[in-house]
C-alpha cells in the first residue's frame, strides 16, 4: 500500500510543481517537465490492484517501463523521442527527489543503474518518429502498423503485435549497456504504442501488453442505501434460482451427451472431434471428409508425395476451389488416440507467426478397408523441402548463397523461439 500512495504523491508533484520541487525548477530556469504525469496517476488510483513490487528488479522494471508509457505519449504529440537536456534534467531530478524520500532502499542511478542521460540522449541517432520510420524497412512498418493497430487487451494479438517488434529491436536496436543510457531497447514499443496502436499508449490493454503495466479500473463506490440492499436481495434470489436451473441443466446436457457417446461407440464412420472447428473463438478449423482428400490428392498417389517419414506420408493437393495445400496422413491410426490428436490440432491451429505453417483443417474417418485415418491440412509451402537444398544435388544447391541460407536459419531461429517464447503456455 506504501508503493500506491508513492506514484500517487509522484503524480501530484509532477503535476504541480510549484509545491514541492519549486526549487529545483528555479534553479533549471524554470523549466517544466512535459511528460504527462497527471494521466499516469490517474491511471494507477483507478487500477483495481495496488502495486506489489517484492524486489528491487521489479521497483526498478516498473520505473522503466512508467517511464516509456510516459515518453511514448510524448512522441504522440511531439513527435520526438527525447526530452531537452534541460527539461529531461527536470524530469529526472523530480523522479530522483521523490523516489528518495518514499522508497529510500531504492536508488534509480546506483540500484537501478539507469543514467541521467536516459531522457535526453538519442539511440543510433534517432530523434523523431520520421527518422525511425526511415531506419527500419517499409515491410517492417506496415507489419507494425497491421499488427499493432487493433486492441491489445487479448494474449493473441498481443503476441502478434510483439512479436515484429522484437525483431526490429534485435535487427536495429541491440545496442550494449542501451537500456541504462538510451533505452534502445524501448524504441520499437515506443513507437507502435504511439502512432501503430489506433488507441494510444494510455489505452489499459495497450499499456499491459506493450509495457507490462496493469492499469484494470476499479468499480465506482457508492454509499448503501435502501435501493442498493433491496437490489442485493433481489440478487440473491435471482441467483438462487439460476444456480437451481443451471445445475437441472447441466445433469441434462452431460446425460444426452453421454448416451450420444454410447450411439458413436457403436456405429462405423465418422469421428468428429469435439470443440475443434472453432478454437479460442478466431480460428476456424474446416473439417475435410476423405473423399475431398482423395480427390484433391488423386487417391494419394505417389506422384503426388512431397514428404516421408517415420510418422507418415505428406501429399500435395488441390482443393475444389482452386488452392494448393499439403495433406500429412499419419499411419498407423486408433480411434482411442484421437483425444491426443485432437490436443494437437487445438494447439497447432492456435500459433500464427510468419515462419510457421498455418493450418488449414483436418479430418478424422473410418472406413471398413484402410481402417482409421487421420489428416492435417496445411498451406502448401512450394520449392520443396529445406534438406533438397541444402544437401540435393543440381541447380536448387547452387542457389542458396550464405546470405539466404543465414536468413533462413534466422526465420527458423525465431519460429523456434515464437514457440518457446511467445505462446502461452510455451511449446517445448
Given at each position: 500500500?506504501?508503493?500506491?500512495?508513492?506514484?500517487?504523491?509522484?503524480?501530484?508533484?509532477?503535476?504541480?510543481?510549484?509545491?514541492t520541487?519549486?526549487s529545483?525548477?528555479?534553479?533549471?530556469?524554470k523549466?517544466?517537465?512535459?511528460?504527462?504525469?497527471?494521466?499516469?496517476?490517474?491511471?494507477i488510483i483507478?487500477?483495481?490492484q495496488?502495486?506489489?513490487?517484492?524486489?528491487?528488479?521489479?521497483e526498478?522494471?516498473?520505473?522503466?517501463?512508467?517511464?516509456?508509457?510516459?515518453?511514448?505519449?510524448?512522441?504522440?504529440?511531439?513527435?520526438?523521442?527525447?526530452?531537452?537536456?534541460?527539461?529531461?534534467?527536470?524530469?529526472?531530478?523530480?523522479?530522483?527527489?521523490?523516489?528518495?524520500?518514499?522508497?529510500p532502499?531504492?536508488?534509480?542511478?546506483?540500484?537501478?543503474?539507469f543514467?541521467?542521460?536516459?531522457l535526453?540522449?538519442?539511440?543510433?541517432?534517432?530523434?523523431?518518429?520520421?527518422?525511425?520510420?526511415?531506419?527500419?524497412?517499409?515491410?517492417?512498418?506496415?507489419?507494425?502498423?497491421?499488427?499493432?493497430?487493433?486492441?491489445?487487451?487479448?494474449?493473441?494479438?498481443?503476441?502478434?503485435?510483439?512479436?515484429?517488434?522484437?525483431?526490429?529491436?534485435?535487427?536495429?536496436f541491440?545496442?550494449?549497456?542501451?537500456?541504462?543510457?538510451t533505452?534502445?531497447?524501448?524504441?520499437p514499443?515506443?513507437?507502435?504504442?504511439?502512432?501503430?496502436?489506433?488507441?494510444?499508449?494510455?489505452d489499459?490493454?495497450?499499456?499491459?501488453?506493450?509495457?507490462?503495466?496493469?492499469?484494470?479500473?476499479?468499480?465506482?463506490?457508492?454509499?448503501?442505501?435502501?435501493?442498493?440492499?433491496?437490489?442485493v436481495?433481489?440478487?440473491?434470489?435471482?441467483?438462487?434460482?439460476?444456480?437451481?436451473?443451471?445445475?437441472?441443466?447441466?445433469?441434462?446436457?452431460?446425460s444426452?451427451?453421454?448416451?450420444?457417446?454410447?450411439?458413436?461407440?457403436?456405429?462405423?464412420?465418422?469421428?468428429?472431434?469435439?470443440?475443434?472447428?472453432?478454437?479460442?473463438?478466431?480460428?476456424?478449423?474446416?473439417?475435410?471428409?476423405?473423399?475431398?482428400?482423395?480427390?484433391?490428392?488423386?487417391n494419394?498417389?505417389?506422384?503426388?508425395?512431397?514428404?516421408?517419414?517415420?510418422?507418415?506420408?505428406?501429399?500435395?493437393?488441390?482443393?475444389e476451389?482452386?488452392?494448393?495445400?499439403?495433406?500429412?496422413?499419419?499411419?498407423?491410426?486408433?480411434?482411442?488416440?484421437?483425444?491426443?490428436f485432437?490436443?494437437?490440432?487445438?494447439v497447432i491451429?492456435?500459433?500464427?507467426?510468419v515462419?510457421?505453417?498455418?493450418l488449414?483443417?483436418y479430418?478424422t474417418?473410418?472406413?471398413?478397408?484402410?481402417g482409421?485415418?487421420?489428416?492435417?491440412?496445411?498451406d502448401l509451402?512450394?520449392?520443396r523441402?529445406?534438406?533438397?537444398?541444402?544437401?540435393?544435388?543440381?541447380?536448387e544447391?547452387?542457389?542458396?548463397?550464405?546470405?539466404?541460407?543465414?536468413?533462413?536459419?534466422?526465420?527458423?531461429?525465431?519460429?523456434?523461439?515464437?514457440?518457446?517464447?511467445?505462446v502461452?503456455?510455451?511449446?517445448?
Amino acid at each position: 500500500m506504501s508503493h500506491l500512495f508513492f506514484f500517487l504523491f509522484l503524480g501530484l508533484n509532477l503535476v504541480f510543481p510549484n509545491s514541492t520541487v519549486s526549487s529545483t525548477h528555479e534553479a533549471l530556469g524554470k523549466a517544466v517537465c512535459p511528460l504527462n504525469i497527471n494521466h499516469f496517476r490517474k491511471l494507477i488510483i483507478q487500477s483495481s490492484q495496488p502495486l506489489q513490487l517484492l524486489s528491487e528488479a521489479a521497483e526498478c522494471q516498473y520505473v522503466l517501463q512508467g517511464i516509456r508509457l510516459l515518453r511514448s505519449q510524448y512522441l504522440r504529440v511531439s513527435g520526438n523521442f527525447t526530452l531537452p537536456p534541460d527539461v529531461a534534467e527536470v524530469c529526472w531530478d523530480l523522479f530522483g527527489n521523490l523516489f528518495d524520500e518514499f522508497m529510500p532502499r531504492l536508488r534509480i542511478e546506483s540500484t537501478c543503474g539507469f543514467k541521467r542521460s536516459l531522457l535526453s540522449q538519442v539511440c543510433n541517432n534517432i530523434k523523431n518518429s520520421s527518422q525511425f520510420e526511415r531506419l527500419i524497412s517499409p515491410n517492417e512498418l506496415n507489419q507494425i502498423r497491421g499488427s499493432c493497430y487493433k486492441s491489445l487487451g487479448n494474449t493473441s494479438p498481443c503476441h502478434l503485435c510483439v512479436d515484429p517488434l522484437l525483431s526490429i529491436n534485435k535487427a536495429y536496436f541491440n545496442v550494449p549497456d542501451g537500456g541504462n543510457v538510451t533505452d534502445c531497447e524501448g524504441y520499437p514499443f515506443i513507437y507502435a504504442a504511439a502512432f501503430a496502436n489506433r488507441f494510444g499508449p494510455t489505452d489499459l490493454g495497450t499499456a499491459k501488453c506493450l509495457f507490462l503495466l496493469n492499469f484494470s479500473r476499479t468499480s465506482a463506490r457508492s454509499e448503501p442505501h435502501k435501493a442498493v440492499i433491496l437490489g442485493v436481495l433481489v440478487g440473491c434470489l435471482h441467483g438462487f434460482v439460476g444456480a437451481v436451473l443451471v445445475v437441472w441443466c447441466v445433469w441434462m446436457w452431460h446425460s444426452r451427451r453421454t448416451k450420444r457417446k454410447r450411439t458413436n461407440l457403436t456405429q462405423l464412420g465418422t469421428t468428429s472431434l469435439p470443440g475443434m472447428e472453432m478454437v479460442d473463438g478466431n480460428t476456424a478449423l474446416r473439417r475435410f471428409t476423405l473423399d475431398e482428400i482423395k480427390r484433391a490428392t488423386r487417391n494419394f498417389s505417389r506422384d503426388n508425395i512431397i514428404g516421408m517419414g517415420g510418422y507418415g506420408n505428406v501429399y500435395k493437393g488441390i482443393l475444389e476451389d482452386g488452392s494448393e495445400v499439403a495433406f500429412k496422413r499419419f499411419k498407423n491410426c486408433s480411434v482411442a488416440a484421437d483425444k491426443t490428436f485432437a490436443h494437437e490440432v487445438e494447439v497447432i491451429a492456435s500459433i500464427r507467426h510468419v515462419n510457421l505453417v498455418a493450418l488449414r483443417g483436418y479430418c478424422t474417418e473410418t472406413v471398413p478397408l484402410e481402417g482409421h485415418q487421420r489428416i492435417i491440412v496445411c498451406d502448401l509451402v512450394h520449392n520443396r523441402s529445406l534438406y533438397d537444398h541444402l544437401f540435393g544435388s543440381g541447380a536448387e544447391k547452387k542457389k542458396l548463397s550464405w546470405p539466404i541460407r543465414q536468413k533462413i536459419t534466422l526465420g527458423m531461429a525465431r519460429g523456434l523461439a515464437y514457440l518457446h517464447h511467445g505462446v502461452q503456455p510455451a511449446i517445448i
